[in-house]
Structure formats: structure tokens, C-alpha cells
């Protein structure tokens, strides 16, 4: 129990150095976003993942779609960590199974397949609607975060039928 102590321990330390990487990819974001819109000099010279000048350039209105929905990615990531944490600290080792779990794992459930939904919309746009030279499909997309939707949501049945079976061995001591 000791050292499943010490492992949840350092998975959630884990998650809170990458919520704080999330709030710092949503200010880097927002700063760009803000700086082309505003016309500040400063912000266009700001290092990003993304080369946001040659999109903003060639598309001002791709470039705002773009970082829009990034901003509404990076949001919906945050709120998954957040949730995450949440487990954690409503993680009971005497009784694992609890409504208050399936709820924040169903959060998780939305929140993951409203990124990977996003994703595909981003990646469907940028094909169609943003000129080719600029190569940003392979850039930008979390698609995978359907599958980890998938994933939870089977999870989150398993954790639901737990807590039944729970609930009923409860009733019956």
C-alpha cells in the first residue's frame, strides 16, 4: 500500500506540472492571438509551436479559426487535468466505487470527445479551407482524444457496475 501511496502521489504531481504547462500553452496562445489581432509588433516576434505569422499572413480568418479553437482546446484540456485531480483527491482505497467518481469520470468522457471532435473539425478545415503551402495538418489536431473517450467511457461503465455490485454487497452485510 506504501509504495501504491507513493506512485498515486507522484502521478498526481505529474498532473499538476502539466496543468501548469496548459496554462502556460494557453497564454502563449492567447498572446499570439491577441498580439495579431491588436497589431502588436511584440507578440509577432513570440516563439510558438506553430508558425501563427505565416498563417496570419496568408489568412487572417484561418488564423483566427485556428487559434480560436486552439484556445477552446487547450480550455477543455485544463478542465480534463483539473478533473483528473479531482479523482484523486475523492479516491477512497475502502470503497473505490463511488457515484462522485462517475461523475467527474464522465466529465472526463465529454471533455475528451469534445477535443477529439475539434480536432477532426480543425484537421477537416485546415484540408479544405487553408491554403496548402502552409503544411499545418500534421501540426495540429487531437483526434487521438476520441479514442481515450472510447477508453474512459468503457472504463466509466466498469466503475458504474462496480459501484452497483458495491452498493448491493453494502446492503446485504
Known amino acids: 500500500m506504501e509504495k501504491s501511496s507513493f506512485v498515486l502521489k507522484l502521478i498526481r504531481i505529474v498532473f499538476i506540472l502539466g496543468l501548469i504547462g496548459l496554462f502556460v500553452s494557453l497564454t502563449n496562445i492567447l498572446w499570439v492571438f491577441f498580439g495579431h489581432n491588436l497589431n502588436w509588433e511584440m507578440a509577432r516576434k513570440f516563439h510558438s509551436s506553430i508558425d501563427f505569422t505565416k498563417i496570419w499572413k496568408n489568412d487572417e480568418n484561418a488564423f483566427n479559426v485556428i487559434s ?93 457496475k462496480g459501484y452497483e455490485l458495491q452498493s448491493e454487497n453494502d446492503l446485504t452485510i
Open 68 to 160: 480560436l479553437i486552439e484556445i477552446v482546446t487547450v480550455i477543455l484540456k485544463i478542465y480534463i487535468f483539473l478533473n483528473v485531480l479531482k479523482v484523486f483527491k475523492n479516491l477512497n482505497f475502502n470503497e473505490p466505487f463511488n457515484q462522485k467518481i462517475n461523475d467527474i469520470i464522465r466529465k472526463i468522457i465529454y471533455f475528451s470527445i469534445s477535443i477529439g471532435i475539434l480536432g477532426v473539425l480543425i484537421k477537416v478545415y485546415i484540408e479544405l479551407f487553408v491554403a496548402n503551402d502552409l503544411l499545418l495538418s500534421t501540426q495540429i489536431g487531437n483526434s487521438e482524444y476520441l479514442w481515450i473517450g472510447a477508453l474512459l467511457f468503457i472504463l466509466n461503465k466498469i466503475f458504474i
